[in-house]
């Protein structure tokens, strides 16, 4: 759960997705979902002579199924925070084993 809400902070930040078939679509995150599922508003592909037939789409709706990596902005990431909520998430988790 904790990086579906580490996620969650991103939107409105320009991404970019990698697709399992290769495909990079950079795009302003619109919203996530617990599946990864994701939703970008003017999307485009990263390299648009391999794939032009997805220069006309500028909406784009991405199972998360279909996502092998999440390539995000630097200064987005808040590190401090990030490192915070996976230590809280570790104790919690020990705790409830014990």
């Known amino acids: 759960m ?3 809400s580490f996620f969650k902070t991103l939107v409105e930040h320009e991404i970019t997705v990698e697709l399992k078939n290769e495909v990079c679509i950079r795009g302003t995150l619109k919203s996530v979902d617990q599946y990864l599922n994701i939703k ?3 999307a485009s592909a990263t390299d ?3 794939w032009p037939h997805l220069s ?3 909406d784009m709706f991405i199972r998360g199924s279909v996502v092998r990596y999440v390539h995000l902005p630097q200064s987005a990431v808040d590190t ?3 490192e915070d909520a996976t230590r ?3 104790e919690a988790a020990k705790n409830k084993a014990k």
């Open 2 to 4: 904790l990086f579906f």
């Open 40 to 42: 970008l508003d003017n």
């Open 48 to 50: 648009e002579l391999r």
């Open 56 to 58: 006309s789409t500028r």
């Open 80 to 82: 401090s925070l990030l």
């Open 88 to 90: 809280r998430e570790a």
